[in-house]
């Protein structure tokens, strides 16, 4: 409810009702009438209201736990667990890299180890490249 929203981000706030309609331009009244819901703020007092609090109108109208405004970047947000599993890959698929070329018998080995048609070395790097791809398809999800 938008009346308890306004006393709870203000008592968050540590703001008086008086000093929360100077920050706004209202009186100390109208702060008290809009918390015992009384009367409800017009339009342009509730966009000052959420930029004072700094949320959005919606949160603010919402009846919902109000969070802090978030700022997006490009025009997604970044998923951390997806740009972790594309440094995962790609950090495999290097050493792995690395490793065959440094040491081919054991390389020649893990192939050897392999049950599937496709050999041991196939399977891993296939496994980073899922890896890899499956981190960018998180990062460029849409929440």
């Known amino acids: 409810m938008l009346s308890e929203t ?9 703001l008086s009702q008086e000093q ?17 819901g009384q009367s409800t703020p017009e339009l342009d007092k509730l966009k000052a209201l959420s930029e004072c609090f700094q949320i959005s109108m919606d949160e603010l109208t ?19 667990l997806g740009v972790g599993l594309c440094l995962l890959g790609a950090a495999c698929l290097l050493l792995f890299g690395i490793f065959m070329v440094a040491q081919p ?37 849409k929440k």
């Open 6 to 14: 306004i006393y709870r981000l203000r008592r968050k706030q540590g």
């Open 105 to 141: 018998a054991a390389a020649e080995q893990v192939n050897q180890s392999s049950m599937i048609t496709l050999n041991g070395s196939g399977i891993l790097i296939g496994l980073f490249a899922a890896c890899m791809v499956a981190g960018v398809i998180l990062i460029f999800k």
């Open 62 to 80: 919402g009846g919902g736990e109000p969070q802090p405004a978030r700022k997006e970047d490009g025009g997604f947000q970044v998923n951390r």
């Open 20 to 36: 929360l309609g100077e920050k706004i331009g209202v009186s100390r009244q109208a702060i008290s009438k809009w918390e015992g």
